[in-house]
């Protein structure tokens, strides 16, 4: 179990060109869905605000390098 863990994880660094965000590398398991539904976030809505804290963090980062 263990040992096919490392494969995978070996295989996924080599394979990595370097293409991805970090964003679009993230899929949110049914567990992370369950708990925004739990707390009163729906799919649009976190989405949403997500985008929004992307917009900010954007906004923050050309502030410090610019």
Excluded: C, N, Q, Y
């Excluded at 394979?15 to 976030?41: I, K, M, N, Y």
Aim: no cysteine; proline share 3%.
């Amino acid at each position: 179990m263990i040992g096919g863990f490392l494969a995978r994880l070996v295989h996924r660094l080599r394979s990595d060109d370097g293409t991805e965000s970090d964003d679009t590398r993230f899929v949110p398991s049914p567990l992370d869905a369950s708990v925004r539904d739990g707390h009163g976030g729906g799919g649009a809505e976190v989405e949403r605000e997500l985008d929004e804290i992307r917009d900010e963090a954007e906004r923050l980062a050309g502030r410090r390098d610019g």
